[in-house]
C-alpha cells in the first residue's frame, strides 16, 4: 500500500478519536462551555477540514482523472526501454502493442515500434507498415499525423534510401497540411534530401570504383 495513503489514514483515524473525545467532555460539561466547546470544535475541525481534508480529496480526484492513464504510459515506455536494453526486441514490440490498443489516439508507440523494427530488427519494410497502418487506423489531428508521415520519412530516407518515395511523402505532407509549419518543414526537408541523395550517390559510387 501506498505509504503517503498509510500515513493520511492513520492522522484522520487520530483526528476522529480525538474528535470523539472532546465531543464526549463537551456533552459532560456545563451548558456555558458545550457551546464554547461546540465553537472551538467546529473551528478546529473547519481548519483542518480546509489544510487537509480538501487538499486530499482534490488529490485523489486528480489523480483518477489525470494520472492513472500517463502512469500507465509511462510504466509501458519504461518497460519497453528495459527490453531494449536487454536485447528483447520482442518483448518491446509487445509493450508498445499494448500501449498502442490502450490508447490508439496516441502516436508514440508506433512510431517507437517502428523504430525498434528499422533500427534494431533491420526491417525498416515493417517499420513503413506499422507507420502506414497507424495512418490509416482513424483521423488524425495536424500534429499528430504529420509526426507519423515523418517518421515514416526517416525510415524511407535512412534505412530503405528510397529518396523518391520519401519526397512523395513530404509532398503529401505539404497537400495535407497546407500554411502550417509542417509544410514549411516539409518543404526544407526536399532540399536536405536532394543533398542526402547526391551525397548517398557518391559513396555508392566511390564503393563502386574501389571493387574494381
Not at 528495459?82 to 508507440?109: N, R, T, V, W
Not at 507519423?148 to 535512412?158: A, C, G, I
Not at 512523395?168 to 518543404?187: C, D, G, K, M, Q
Amino acid at each position: 500500500m501506498n505509504p503517503q495513503l498509510v500515513t493520511r489514514l492513520c492522522v484522520v483515524l487520530l483526528v476522529i478519536i480525538l474528535g470523539l473525545l472532546v465531543y464526549r467532555w463537551i456533552m459532560q460539561a456545563s451548558d456555558g462551555m458545550k457551546l464554547v466547546g461546540f465553537i472551538l470544535l467546529g473551528g478546529i475541525g473547519g481548519m483542518l477540514a480546509v489544510k487537509y481534508l480538501l487538499p486530499w480529496i482534490g488529490d485523489a480526484i486528480g489523480e483518477g482523472m489525470y494520472s492513472s492513464g500517463e502512469q500507465i504510459e509511462q510504466d509501458g515506455l519504461m518497460k519497453a526501454a528495459a527490453c531494449i536494453s536487454q536485447g528483447d526486441y520482442a518483448g518491446a514490440l509487445d509493450h508498445y502493442q499494448k500501449m498502442m490498443h490502450e490508447k490508439p489516439e496516441d502516436p508514440f508507440p508506433a512510431a517507437e515500434m517502428a523504430k525498434v523494427h528499422a533500427e534494431r530488427l533491420h526491417d525498416p519494410h515493417t517499420a513503413i507498415q506499422v507507420l502506414t497502418n497507424h495512418l490509416q487506423s482513424r483521423e488524425w489531428s495536424v500534429d499528430d499525423g504529420a509526426f507519423l508521415l515523418f517518421r515514416v520519412v526517416e525510415v524511407q530516407t535512412n534505412h530503405l534510401h528510397d529518396f523518391t518515395a520519401a519526397r512523395s511523402t513530404l509532398e503529401r505532407v505539404i497537400a495535407s497540411y497546407p500554411n502550417t509549419r509542417h509544410s514549411a518543414n516539409a518543404h526544407h526537408k526536399i532540399t536536405e534530401l536532394e543533398q542526402v541523395e547526391f551525397k548517398f550517390i557518391q559513396e555508392q559510387r566511390a564503393k563502386a570504383a574501389q571493387s574494381i
